[in-house]
C-alpha cells in the first residue's frame, strides 16, 4: 500500500478570549492511496479541525497549527507558502462540505463556480471550462447538464447542490478527497444516493477519501478503515471489520452502543454518560478516564500508548496493559442495524 | 420583466397624485400668504390673489394645478416674475445634482474600499483607524468640514475658490464635505457586511478550491455584500443629488436646495409644489432602479414572478 498522507503529531490550538484550546493534540494519520479513511467521533473531538488543517484552512487568528508534521506525497503541507497550498488546494487535496445549502455561491451560475478551480489549475480556457464543467455534472448524475450549467444554487434541490459541490471537488482529479460529513444536511434516501455516487466516483478516479462523520451507518458502508477520536486524540485505528466486531478502546464501544439497532425492540437508546473533556483544559491522562466505566487510577494520570493488536489495529487504552483486568466489551455493541 | 416596470410606473404616478394632494393641502394650511406685504393696499392684495386665481376656492385651485400638471405646466412662479417653474428648476438642478453626484460616486467607492479594508484587516489597527474615520464622518456635521475645507485649503493654502460656481475647481470642496458622511456610512455598512460573507460557507468552498485570496474576496465575497449597500444607496442618492441647503449655502452655489427653502418662506406655492414633485419623482424612480437591480445582483431575485415558477 502506498502511503499518500501522512500526518505526524499533529497539533492545532485556537485562542479564545478565556483560554487557548487544544482541539487537536497529537493526531497520527495515514492515507494510503485509493483507500477510505473514516474519522469518526462526536462534536468538538477534532475531527473537522483535522481536515482542515490538512487543507489549511485553518483561519488564524485564532487557530494555529503548533506542532506536527502533515506529509502529502512526502512534502509538508504546514511549511508551503499561502500561494504554493493554493496550488494543492482544490487540485490535489479537495474538500465537501457539510451543507450544500451554504456552500455554493448564491449569486454566481454553478458553471461558472465549478469552471473556478479548472481555469485556475489545469489553465483550461473559459469554453474548455465550460465544456468539462458540463460533463462534471452528467459524471456526478445532473440530468440535462447543459440547462443546469448555467443555472444558480437556489434553482437547484439540496441533494443536486451536494452533487454540484462533489462536482466542484473532483473537477481536478484530486488524489484525496476530504468529505466533512457529507450527508449530515440530507434527506436519509438522498445520503444513499450521494454515498453511492463518492463510492462510485472513488472507483473510476483513484480518489481517497477521508470520510469524516459521526454516522456509523455510513462508516459500515463506506470505509476501509476506522479512526476513531476523542478529546482531540485519536483513541483507536482499525479496519472497518475491526473496529465493528473486536472494538478495543472503551470510548468505540460507547459509540457502538448508541448506534439504534433494528432487530431488538429498545425502549431506550443508550447514551455514553457525562460530557466530552473541555480541551481548553485537557486532562493529564486518557480523556475518555472521566466517562470510562472501566476506568482505573492510571488512566487519569497518564495518557497510555499506542498498542498494537494487530497489524492494522491500534488502540490507546490502558486497557490493553498486561498489568489490567480483563474486561468484555459489553453485548450492546453487536451491529445491528446497519442503517444508512 | 417589461409588465412587471410597466406596473410599478403605474404605481409611481398613483403615489404621484397622493403626494401632490397631500403637498397641496399641506400648503394651505401654511400660514400667511405670498402677499404679505405692508406696502401693499387691500385692493392691490386682492388684485394680485386674482391675477394668480387664489381667490378661487381651494378644490378649484387643486383641479386647475392638476389639470397644469397633466399638460407639464407646473405653473408660474410669484417671487420671480412670471417666469415658468420647470425652468427655474431646470436651471437650479444642474449645480446641486453636478455636486450630489460628485460626492456619491467619490463617497461609494472609497466608503465601500474603506468597509472592504477593515472587514479584512478585522481587530487591526487598520479597522479601528477606518472605522474611527467612519465615526468621525457620521458625528461632525458636513457644515464643519466645509468650514475647515475652505479656511485651510481655501484661505490659508489658496488651493481651491473657497465659494461660487464655475469649473470643476469649485466642484471639489463642496463634493468633499458631502462625500464624508456618504463615506461614513457606506464603509459601516460595508464591513458590517463583508464580515457576514467572509463567514459564510461558500466562501470556504471558494478558498477551497484554491483560488486567490483576491478572487475570493472581490468575485465571491464582494458582490454578495453589496446587495444591502444598494438599498441604502438609493435614497442617499436622491438626497444628495437634489442638493443640501446648508453646503449650498456656504459654498454660494445656486443649487435647488436654496431655493426649495426659499419658495417655503415666501410661499411660493407653484415653486413649492414644482420642487416637491420632482423630489418625489426622482425618489420614486431611484427606488424603481435599486428594485432592478435587486435582480441584476442577485439571481434568487425574480421580480414580478417572471419567467421561472
Given amino acids: ?340 | 420583466m417589461a409588465r412587471y416596470i410597466a406596473g410599478r410606473i403605474g404605481y409611481l404616478i398613483i403615489t404621484l397624485f397622493i403626494i401632490a394632494s397631500f403637498t397641496f393641502l399641506l400648503m394651505q394650511l401654511l400660514p400667511g400668504s405670498p402677499f404679505n406685504s405692508e406696502k401693499l393696499t387691500a385692493d392691490q392684495i386682492q388684485i394680485l390673489k386674482h391675477e394668480y386665481n387664489l381667490d378661487d376656492p381651494i378644490p378649484i385651485q387643486f383641479i386647475h394645478y392638476i389639470g397644469g400638471m397633466l399638460h407639464g405646466d407646473f405653473g408660474v412662479s410669484f417671487t420671480y416674475d412670471g417666469r415658468p417653474v420647470s425652468d427655474l428648476i431646470v436651471h437650479r438642478i444642474g449645480p446641486s445634482a453636478t455636486i450630489g453626484f460628485e460626492a456619491v460616486v467619490f463617497g461609494t467607492i472609497v466608503g465601500l474600499l474603506l468597509g472592504i479594508i477593515a472587514a479584512l484587516k478585522r481587530n487591526t489597527y487598520i479597522d479601528y483607524l477606518a472605522m474611527f474615520i467612519a465615526v468621525l464622518g457620521i458625528s461632525i456635521p458636513s457644515f464643519v468640514f466645509a468650514g475647515l475645507l475652505q479656511y485651510y485649503i481655501g484661505v490659508k493654502l489658496e488651493w481651491l475658490p473657497i465659494a461660487f460656481w464655475g469649473g470643476f475647481k469649485f466642484h471639489i470642496m463642496p463634493a468633499f464635505s458631502l462625500a464624508v458622511g456618504v463615506i461614513a456610512n457606506i464603509a459601516r455598512f460595508m464591513r458590517t457586511e463583508m464580515l457576514d460573507v467572509l463567514g459564510q460557507d461558500y466562501i470556504v468552498t471558494a478558498t477551497a478550491k484554491g483560488l486567490s485570496k483576491a478572487s475570493v474576496i472581490f468575485k465571491h465575497s464582494v458582490r454578495n455584500a453589496m446587495i444591502p449597500i444598494v438599498t441604502i444607496l438609493g435614497p442617499m442618492v436622491v438626497g444628495i443629488m437634489t442638493g443640501s441647503l446648508v453646503i449650498e449655502q456656504i459654498f454660494a452655489i445656486p443649487g435647488i436646495g436654496d431655493q426649495f427653502v426659499n419658495s417655503i418662506t415666501k410661499r411660493d406655492y407653484p415653486m413649492i409644489m414644482g420642487t416637491t414633485l420632482l423630489f418625489s419623482i426622482l425618489f420614486l424612480v431611484v427606488i424603481l432602479i435599486v428594485d432592478i437591480l435587486y435582480g441584476v445582483i442577485d439571481p434568487r431575485i425574480r421580480l414580478g414572478g417572471g419567467r421561472k415558477s
Fill in chain 1, 1 to 340: 500500500m502506498d502511503k499518500l498522507l501522512e500526518i505526524k503529531d499533529l497539533q492545532v490550538t485556537f485562542k479564545t478570549y478565556a483560554a487557548t484550546v487544544q482541539a487537536v493534540r497529537g493526531v497520527n494519520l495515514t492515507v494510503n492511496k485509493r483507500e477510505t479513511l473514516a474519522i469518526v467521533g462526536e462534536s468538538g473531538s477534532g475531527k473537522s479541525v483535522t481536515s482542515k488543517a490538512i487543507m489549511g484552512l485553518i483561519p488564524n487568528p485564532p487557530g494555529k497549527i503548533t506542532g506536527g508534521e502533515i506529509l502529502f506525497e512526502g512534502t509538508d503541507l504546514t511549511k508551503l507558502s499561502e500561494r504554493k497550498m493554493q496550488k494543492y488546494r482544490g487540485n490535489e487535496i479537495s474538500m465537501i462540505f457539510q451543507d450544500p445549502m451554504t456552500s455554493l455561491n448564491p449569486t454566481m451560475t454553478i458553471g461558472k463556480q465549478i469552471a473556478e478551480g479548472l481555469r485556475k489549475h489545469q489553465g483550461l480556457s473559459k469554453s474548455e471550462a465550460r465544456k468539462r464543467a458540463v460533463q462534471l455534472l452528467d459524471l456526478v448524475g445532473i440530468p440535462n447538464p447543459q440547462v443546469r450549467v448555467k443555472q444558480y444554487p437556489h434553482e437547484f434541490s439540496g441533494g443536486m447542490r451536494q452533487r454540484v459541490v462533489i462536482a466542484i471537488a473532483l473537477a481536478c482529479n484530486p488524489k484525496l478527497l476530504i468529505a466533512d460529513e457529507p450527508t449530515t444536511a440530507l434527506d436519509v434516501t438522498i445520503q444513499a444516493q450521494i454515498l453511492d455516487l463518492m463510492k462510485d466516483l472513488q472507483a473510476k478516479m483513484d480518489t481517497a477519501i477521508i470520510l469524516i462523520t459521526h454516522d456509523l451507518g455510513v462508516v459500515a458502508n463506506m470505509a476501509h478503515r476506522v479512526a476513531v477520536m476523542y478529546g482531540g486524540k485519536i483513541v483507536e485505528t482499525g479496519t472497518v471489520d475491526e473496529i465493528f466486531y473486536r472494538p478495543k478502546h472503551p470510548y468505540t464501544w460507547g459509540l457502538l452502543s448508541s448506534m439504534p439497532k433494528l432487530h431488538t425492540r429498545q425502549s431506550e437508546l443508550l447514551a455514553i454518560p457525562g460530557t466530552p473533556p473541555d480541551l481548553a483544559n485537557p486532562p493529564k491522562g486518557c480523556p475518555f478516564a472521566a466517562r470510562c466505566p472501566h476506568a482505573m487510577k492510571v488512566c487519569t494520570e497518564f495518557m497510555p500508548d499506542y498498542s498494537d493488536v494487530s497489524d492494522t489495529q491500534q488502540v490507546a487504552c490502558w486497557l490493553q496493559d498486561e498489568r489490567a483486568p480483563k474486561v468484555e466489551p459489553p453485548e450492546t455493541i453487536g451491529v445491528g442495524g446497519r442503517t444508512r
